[in-house]
């Protein structure tokens, strides 16, 4: 969408300004043409905003934030409706603000405008925000038609697929939908813990159990209590443990660390691989009847580079994300760089896509619609560089998406390790993946260089 800025000059209102100084209100002006004529350095703060979207509609910086998406400036029926202008405005979405609107008259405005205060609720608490799991296709269907069924059961969740595809934006949606939604939704990464601490973070700790044991540790697992633990990168528990994690599945009791007292916890367990199960089971990686308790039910997504019909959709969801967030408007991404985007095969998947996304919407000209052009620089050589692999390709029977997939695999591996000199762990921890993971991906793309851990 293209902003146009009137030309002419934004009045002054000494009025609103006085009330906003003695008063530190947070408050703006609506004209009748619904732009925003004022707003008070309160609001800018709490808002996110710079003085600039003065004169700018007001829908494109309140709309999921301060009101809802039923806004007759949305809609088919525009402006022109019957309905007098202070009865069709917003309406207050949703906490933590409370909103008070008063309809100001005032000369020389075309009948005056809406005054909009507003301030944060003292007792509300702003919760994780709600999951935005954007897919389309006959997989995402059968999942979301499922959807119902998986959360209101208890069974353990499996969720499988390669790192960035939106594994823990799932579970939090089957959380949010499940009869835990009023529970916690505690996140434990396994592949950011080294494997002599998992236990401490999983389970806790009593005071004195180990040296420098100063005070009692809450595990992840009893925080959870009521509600979901997500463990991600399941195979990266160590193998002593999990008969320990066995036993809670079996029994949805444990002992913390140090302690010969028996706690139990009522919590929804769902984890998440990026690596296929059958691969743990063969390398002896995981405990067979381990998988099979974790594996009640098992969803699979597949990778970005199979999904190219969701691309288009998750670049909307990022920019009104991204528009939220930063209080601006969001250039538009024209059809034919969207067509571009989507042949391109990202191999870090939707986080990948998000970070090109932000990265590209700082940088441009609002007033601008999107073009190739805008990309940035490495992101625009490797979409010319797109042809067949080169000769080290290790299976050339590969279809020419799957080549250019393993060609750019192996291209951002290897810049990876060139900027770590060598050094596996900065290198997998710059790629947003486990040390690993990353030597399985060394290994697969037949990339065995001479380096230390």
Excluded at 40 to 57: F, K, N, T, Y
Excluded at 69 to 75: A, H, Q
Excluded at 370 to 379: N, R, T
Aim: glycine share 6%; hydrophobic share 35%; with cysteine.
């Amino acid at each position: 969408m293209k902003l146009k800025k009137s030309r002419k000059k934004i009045p002054d209102y000494p009025v609103f300004d006085a009330l906003a100084e003695s008063n530190g209100i947070s408050a703006l002006y609506i004209g009748s043409d619904y732009r925003i004529k004022w707003i008070s350095p309160e609001a800018r703060r709490i808002l996110g905003v710079s003085q600039d979207v003065q004169d700018h509609l007001c829908r494109d910086l309140l709309e999921g934030r301060l009101c809802t998406s039923e806004c007759r400036l949305s809609s088919k029926e525009g402006v022109t409706g019957s309905a007098p202008f202070q009865e069709c405005c917003f309406q207050p979405a949703h906490p933590p603000f409370q909103i008070r609107t008063e309809f100001v008259p005032e000369s020389g405005t075309e009948g005056g405008g809406l005054l909009k205060s507003f301030r944060i609720a003292p007792d509300s608490i702003v919760d994780d925000p709600p999951s935005s799991f954007v897919a389309k296709g006959p997989w995402a269907e059968e999942i979301l038609s499922l959807l119902p069924r998986i959360a209101r059961s208890d069974l353990p969740i499996l969720l499988i697929g390669e790192t960035g595809t939106g594994k823990e934006c799932l579970a939090r949606m089957i959380h949010q939908e499940s009869h835990r939604s009023s529970g916690p939704f505690v996140v434990l990464d396994l592949s950011l813990i080294p494997d002599t601490l998992v236990e401490d973070a999983l389970f806790g700790h009593k005071r004195g159990a180990f040296t420098g044991a100063i005070q009692e540790q809450t595990g992840k697992l009893p925080l959870a209590e009521t509600g979901t633990l997500f463990l991600d990168e399941i195979q990266n528990i160590p193998h002593a443990l999990q008969t320990k994690l066995l036993r809670f599945l079996e029994t949805g009791t444990f002992e913390p660390i140090g302690s010969r007292e028996t706690r139990k916890v009522d919590t929804r367990i769902i984890a998440a691989t990026n690596e296929p199960p059958e691969d743990l089971l063969r390398d002896k990686r995981m405990r067979p009847d381990l998988f099979y308790r974790l594996n009640g039910l098992s969803l699979e997504i597949p990778p970005l580079r199979e999904r190219g019909e969701d691309i288009p959709l998750l670049i909307e969801s990022f920019r009104a994300d991204w528009s939220r967030r930063t209080g601006r408007m969001a250039p538009v991404f024209s059809q034919e760089l969207l067509h571009q985007l989507t042949s391109y095969p990202f191999p870090g998947n939707i986080r990948e896509l998000k970070h090109l996304v932000e990265a590209t919407l700082t940088l441009a000209d609002p007033a601008k619609t999107l073009e190739f052009d805008h990309l940035p620089a490495s992101i625009r050589r490797q979409l010319r560089s797109r042809s067949l692999p080169s000769g080290d390709q290790a299976d050339t029977g590969r279809s020419l998406k799957e080549q250019t997939f393993y060609d750019f695999e192996r291209r951002r591996i290897r810049e990876a390790l060139d900027r770590s000199g060598g050094r596996i762990i900065e290198a997998s921890r710059s790629l947003g993946i486990s040390r690993v993971t990353l030597w399985r991906k060394m290994k697969k793309l037949a990339l065995l260089p001479d380096v230390s851990s």
